[in-house]
């Protein structure tokens, strides 16, 4: 890996454990005034269920964002593949596990039926991306599966580019729910474009064939 490279990756690496770890601030307020629930009314609240869905996405939602960047590690991920692996099954789980209590939540989200809609999409694509990127190693098929990985783990990365762009809109005077309004759409959409462009700059023009398959190893 380049200089230059390995000064991208850490900030990535930086900026995944930093919004990973931020879950744990509503652990330190009683569970209930914190961030996005400060917005919501005292029914919603009230609700076990919308809470369980609540504290579900956001506990593996930072698993997935704490356990994902890693994996991109080419070196260390040759040489202790069998940990790759088990990692692997804690990201895969953790994605399909709070994108369908991200779906959820969605329904209910400050930002309204536009903010549903945003944030509903993304649920969907986080889910879809990971199921292709579980089915594809199945069949062996490593790179397919490396792409579909990497356009899940740059939907993942929302939590990220959120946690960056509403601040910044809350700076120049929009409400919360305004705000969420448009990050529910930007917070992913140039993310899906950037990942794009990498695979296609990583895998297309390098001609990296995509029908490289292997024998999957059990255990
Ligand atoms: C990529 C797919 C994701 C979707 C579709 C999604 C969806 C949502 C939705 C709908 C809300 C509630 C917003 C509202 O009520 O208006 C929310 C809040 C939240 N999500 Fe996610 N999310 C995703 C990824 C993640 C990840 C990877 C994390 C890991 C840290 C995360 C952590 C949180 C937290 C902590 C909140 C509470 C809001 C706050 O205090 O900032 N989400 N998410």
Redesign the pocket.
């Known amino acids: 890996m380049e200089q230059k490279q390995k000064l991208l990756y850490f900030f990535f690496a930086l900026f995944c454990i930093g919004?990973?770890l931020?879950?744990l601030a509503?652990l330190s307020s009683g569970f209930r005034e914190?961030?996005?629930l400060d917005s919501k009314s005292q029914k919603l609240l009230m609700s076990n269920a919308y809470l369980a869905a609540f504290y579900l996405?956001?506990s593996s939602?930072?698993l997935?964002?704490l356990t994902g960047w890693s994996q991109f590690l080419k070196s260390w991920r040759n040489k202790h593949l069998r940990f790759h692996r088990y990692l692997g099954y804690l990201y895969v789980t953790s994605v399909f596990i709070?994108?369908i209590a991200?779906?959820i939540?969605?329904l209910?989200?400050?930002?309204g039926t536009i903010?549903a809609v945003g944030?509903g999409i993304?649920?969907v694509l986080?889910f879809i991306t990971n199921l292709l990127a579980v089915a594809n190693i199945k069949k062996g098929k490593v790179k397919e599966h490396e792409k579909w990985m990497i356009r899940n783990y740059g939907?993942?990365f929302?939590?990220v580019t959120l946690?960056i762009y509403l601040p910044i809109l809350l700076m120049i005077g929009l409400d919360i729910a305004q705000g969420?309004q448009i990050v529910a759409f930007l917070c992913?959409i140039p993310n899906i474009m950037a990942t794009e462009a990498y695979i296609q700059r990583k895998y297309v023009k390098s001609g990296i064939q995509c029908s490289t398959k292997i024998k999957v190893i059990n255990g």
């Open positions: 919004v990973g931020y879950p509503y914190q961030g996005v996405h956001i939602g930072a997935a964002l709070s994108s991200g779906f939540i969605a209910f989200s400050t930002g903010g944030f993304l649920a986080w939907l993942t929302s939590a946690r969420l992913w």
